[in-house]
């Protein structure tokens, strides 16, 4: 395999997390565990497989979410579950998936985006992103090994979860002191 | 030539740009460097402009303010302040529960380390401060700062990052 190949996720579907997880409420900035680090989890462990069901299940009855991180539902752990599906900026998507321990191994093509983020809802900001990626993790549930590629909307999603796990919010990277704006809302 | 800095302040209403433009053109002003916000829903502008002198650009504005809520201030000012930029560009990131004091315990480091502020934006939105500060740096004191900035931002119970914001050049 080269450096730039995609694994793709093989055959993980979320039907490996088993039952359908539950929805978690998600937290809102400020509160401590968005600003710390989350732990490296064990992909076997039980907990770690049930809250990535968890993250599935609560990312997919928040209306417009592509992406959830473990600390947003108050959990320090590098878990979080992405589904760019069917968004009109996407390019590359591996469906839902839910990643563990991700690292960000390459990063190139930047571009500025505006992003927002269920933890800072009512503000959305400019972010520089790479819009490509190659992205290392484990799966939950299997523990198997992934290396994905992709680009666009999906690397955007992957750098700002991933983020999540570091602690970062996407105002710690807003390009400029008027990049942040307050979320429109039409009547 | 001498120049007028203007500040139009009050609640926001559409035109208010609009009026303020067209009053100014009718005594020939031409407006250089100029901003406008809305700061919790109140329209915010300020500009500066060259051509009338302070007495007309207050009589020409005098009919935009008389029949509501909106205050206009025009002061002469200086030639254009030669700031010579002093340094490095960064970008601070604050953000936390609001409470009295971030803005001026973070800025009072900034000016400590010699930094100049450029640019500044507060954003209260619910229980969230955010504060966003672009900064000039005396070159080689970005790490010291940082860490000093830590500290404060500890003391405060708010996170705070600083990087350096790259300019490309295309
Ligand atoms: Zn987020």
């Known amino acids: 395999m080269t450096a730039g190949q995609d694994c793709g996720l093989g055959d993980w579907t979320t039907a490996v997390l088993g039952d359908r997880g539950g929805v978690r409420s998600v937290l809102t900035a400020p509160v401590g565990v968005l600003s710390r680090a989350g732990e490296q989890v064990d992909p076997l462990a039980d907990d770690v497989v049930r809250l990535a069901a968890d993250l599935v299940a609560t990312m997919r009855?928040?209306?417009?979410?592509?992406?959830?991180?473990?600390?947003?539902?108050?959990?320090?752990?590098r878990v979080f579950a992405?589904?760019?599906t069917g968004h009109p900026k996407t390019l590359t998507s591996h469906g839902t998936f839910v990643l563990c321990n991700a690292e960000v191994v390459e990063a190139s093509r930047w571009r500025l985006g505006?992003?927002?983020?269920?933890?800072?809802?009512d503000l959305t900001g400019d972010v520089k992103r790479a819009s490509r990626v190659v992205v290392q993790a484990v799966l939950p549930g299997t523990g198997a090994a992934v290396r994905l590629v992709t680009d666009g909307f999906e690397a955007r999603a992957l750098q700002h979860e991933i983020d999540h796990c570091l602690g970062r919010l996407f105002l710690d990277r807003v390009a400029g002191a008027h990049a942040v704006y307050q979320r429109k809302v039409y009547l | 030539m001498s120049e007028l800095a203007i500040t139009v302040i009050g609640p926001d209403r559409p035109g208010i740009v609009a009026?303020?433009?067209e009053a100014l053109a009718e005594v020939g002003a031409n407006l250089t460097d100029s901003t406008m916000t809305r700061l919790r829903g109140h329209f915010a502008m300020?500009?500066?402009?060259?051509?009338?002198?302070?007495?007309?650009?207050?009589?020409a504005l005098a009919p935009v303010v008389a029949d509501g809520p909106l205050v206009a201030t025009v002061r002469q000012v200086g030639a254009e302040a030669t700031s010579t930029p002093i340094g490095e560009p960064y970008?601070?990131?604050?953000?936390?529960?609001?409470?009295?004091?971030?803005?001026?315990?973070?800025t009072r480091v900034l000016a400590e380390t010699g930094g100049n502020l450029t640019d500044l934006t507060t954003r209260l939105s619910g229980p969230l401060y955010?504060?966003?500060a672009e900064v000039e740096?005396?070159?080689?004191?970005?790490?010291?700062?940082?860490?000093r900035l830590a500290e404060a931002a500890a003391r405060l119970d708010v996170e705070v990052t600083l990087r350096r914001a790259d300019s490309d050049m295309l």
């Not at chain 1, 009855?61 to 752990?77: H, K, R």
């Not at chain 1, 505006?114 to 809802?121: F, H, K, L, T, Y």
């Open chain 1, 61 to 77: 009855v928040s209306p417009g979410c592509v992406g959830l991180a473990a600390p947003q539902v108050g959990v320090g752990a």
């Open chain 1, 82 to 84: 992405v589904d760019v």
């Open chain 1, 114 to 121: 505006r992003e927002g983020c269920m933890s800072v809802p």
């Open chain 2, 19 to 21: 009026d303020v433009a």
């Open chain 2, 46 to 59: 300020t500009l500066i402009c060259v051509g009338p002198s302070g007495p007309e650009a207050e009589a």
């Open chain 2, 91 to 106: 970008l601070m990131s604050v953000h936390g529960a609001d409470r009295l004091g971030i803005v001026s315990a973070l």
């Open chain 2, 130 to 132: 955010v504060l966003l």
């Open chain 2, 137 to 147: 740096l005396p070159p080689g004191t970005a790490e010291g700062l940082a860490e």
